[in-house]
């Protein structure tokens, strides 16, 4: 059970995530059987692993969409796992993509990206239009501003998804297989704008089956299989000297 | 048609049928257009026009009694369409509260709004109309204040019971066919459900909600017609009495109700088309 504190006010020498024994079941089915690490403010943290393994349990469980079954998660030093979780500021200071994009159908580009800062922050329209309309020239999509959704290619689909959820303001950003429903033309587009994003400091977490890309781009990488962290370490660590027979049968079959 | 498209079968009709086979047109099966209601309104004429020819008498031919009693029937006949349109809105707005109702994470409230679906959407709306008949006062008090309620106020909450159980299932179905991913996207974004509903899910399901709508619109439409029954003075409560008010004579009887569908049919078939053509588009989206 997780232990009601007065969170400590944050700041950004701690870490930004923190997990500490987290635990996760669907009915008889554990997910995650004790996961623990924590990302320090900037860094770009890699989950990789094979499917069915927990990645996207896991990452979900970090802005509350998946509640876990035990263990203590801290973003900016708010429990996630609180009962009386505000689900707003935690959700604020997290942004999430997903693999589908999951634009909203109805709304133009600029309009999904403009949505939850005016309906959820009721943050001022000119000014939140501004702020969408250089969302969309920073994900590179000048001109697609008033296109719907089913007129997008999936790249430019997900560029939309990281722009809208950009528009929030967060601290972290979640990506889960971002790439994993794309061409591979379009794949390069999309991992441009996360590398951007990167390199401006933005604080990522990427469930990733793009090893090249996470060998790039990556601060730390871990590698999950059956709901644990089987090994984790500098990205050049373990791509090249694995240490675990696991890790190193995935490597043998991805790369 | 040439014997080389035709070979013969044992099957094949007898030759001589064989030039009296139509041949399938450019169109494929032949869709009926409005111009195909005013053939139908005009042969409907004609008919009791060449009826009415072969009897040797002074009064008014049939068509010359349409015409003489258009005004008032046609009066009916919007009484129709008004009880329609109003049964329409209210059993909306209500399908709307109770089909969301059954989508509540209120165990009570959801299982309330099911029933209350379920029973309406299962019950003849002529049973439900008498029921309301008879229930609901002819006049109810509010602050001291008479309101009368007549019939046909009456029978316009009487069809609207049904509507609002159909619409309910409407909305029920097209939330539910919105895929689950649209509520995670949201929630991720801080979206209450609440708001994620209202401005999210539902404008999605608009679309997908329209033809079937349309289509009970047409239905209630037709239904008003058993208003008559109950005494409201609607179109064919208003055809009945002036068959009376001419005598009853037999040969007025298919020309007076032939008006009265000919009216429901210019009216529904026109909907009717439209809401096949949303169907349509929407489906190639
Ligand atoms: N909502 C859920 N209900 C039941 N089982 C689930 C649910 N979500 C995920 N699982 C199961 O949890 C396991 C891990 O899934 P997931 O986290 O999606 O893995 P990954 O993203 O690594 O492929 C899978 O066996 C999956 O079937
Ligand atoms: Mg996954």
């Known amino acids: ?255 | 048609m040439s014997p080389k498209n035709t070979p013969a079968r044992a099957d094949a009709p007898l030759p001589v049928l064989l030039p009296f086979r139509i041949e399938p047109t450019r169109l494929g099966t032949p869709r009926l257009a409005p111009v195909h209601a005013l053939l139908f309104g005009a042969g409907l004429a004609l008919l009791a026009g060449t009826a009415w020819a072969q009897a040797v008498d002074t009064r008014l031919s049939p068509l010359d009694v349409i015409i003489k009693w258009a005004p008032l029937l046609l009066s009916g006949f919007a009484f129709n369409i008004l009880i329609s349109m109003i049964a329409m809105a209210i059993g909306t707005g209500a399908g709307l509260g109770v089909g969301l109702g059954m989508l509540s994470h209120n165990p009570v409230l959801a299982r309330v709004c099911w029933a209350l679906t379920q029973f309406f959407r299962n019950a003849p709306w002529l049973v439900l109309l008498f029921f309301v008949m008879f229930l609901v006062p002819f006049q109810i008090t509010v602050f001291g204040v008479r309101i009368p309620l007549p019939d046909w106020v009456k029978a316009t909450v009487g069809f609207s019971l049904p509507v609002m159980a159909n619409v309910a299932e409407i909305v029920r179905g097209a939330v539910r066919s919105v895929p689950s991913t649209q509520w995670e996207a949201a929630e991720s974004l801080a979206f209450t459900p609440r708001q994620t509903m209202w401005r999210i899910i539902l404008p999605q399901c608009v679309k997908r909600m329209l033809p079937p709508w349309m289509n009970l619109y047409s239905l209630v439409t037709m239904a008003t017609v058993q208003a008559s029954i109950v005494g409201v003075s609607e179109m064919l409560t208003l055809t009945a009495q002036v068959h009376t008010a001419e005598g009853g004579r037999p040969e007025l009887f298919a020309p007076l109700y032939g008006f009265a569908m000919f009216c429901f049919f210019l009216y529904c078939y026109p909907i009717d088309r439209f809401t096949a053509r949303l169907e349509r588009r929407f489906h190639i989206r």
């Open chain 1, 1 to 255: 059970m997780a232990v009601a504190t007065e969170p400590r006010p944050w700041t950004p020498d701690q870490p930004i995530i923190q997990l500490i024994d987290v635990h996760k079941s669907f009915g008889a089915l554990e997910v995650l059987k004790g996961v623990s690490f924590s990302v320090k403010k900037g860094e770009v943290v890699c989950i990789i692993g094979p499917s069915g393994s927990g990645k996207s349990t896991l990452i979900r469980c970090i802005n509350a969409l998946v509640p876990v079954t035990s263990g203590t998660i801290l973003v900016e030093n708010i429990e996630v796992a609180d009962p009386k979780l505000d689900k707003l500021a935690l959700r604020r200071k997290v942004g999430m993509v997903f693999q589908q994009y999951n634009l909203f159908p109805h709304k133009t580009a600029l309009q999904n990206v403009m949505m939850a800062p005016m309906h959820v922050l009721h943050q001022d329209r000119g000014e939140v239009e501004e702020r969408a309309r250089a969302l969309m020239k920073k994900v590179r999509l000048t001109g697609k501003e008033h296109t719907y959704p089913g007129e997008l290619s999936g790249g430019q689909q997900q560029r939309v998804a990281i722009a809208r959820s950009l528009a929030m303001r967060p601290d972290v950003m979640l990506f889960d297989e971002v790439t994993a429903a794309l061409d591979p033309e379009t794949v390069k587009e999309v991992l441009f704008t996360i590398r951007e994003l990167a390199e401006e400091g933005m604080t990522c977490m990427l469930v990733t089956h793009e090893m090249n890309f996470a060998r790039d781009i990556a601060d730390h990488v871990y590698f999950t299989d059956r709901g644990v962290i089987v090994e984790h370490g500098p990205p050049d660590t373990i791509f090249s000297a694995p240490r675990d027979p696991r890790t190193q049968e995935f490597l043998s079959q991805v790369l």
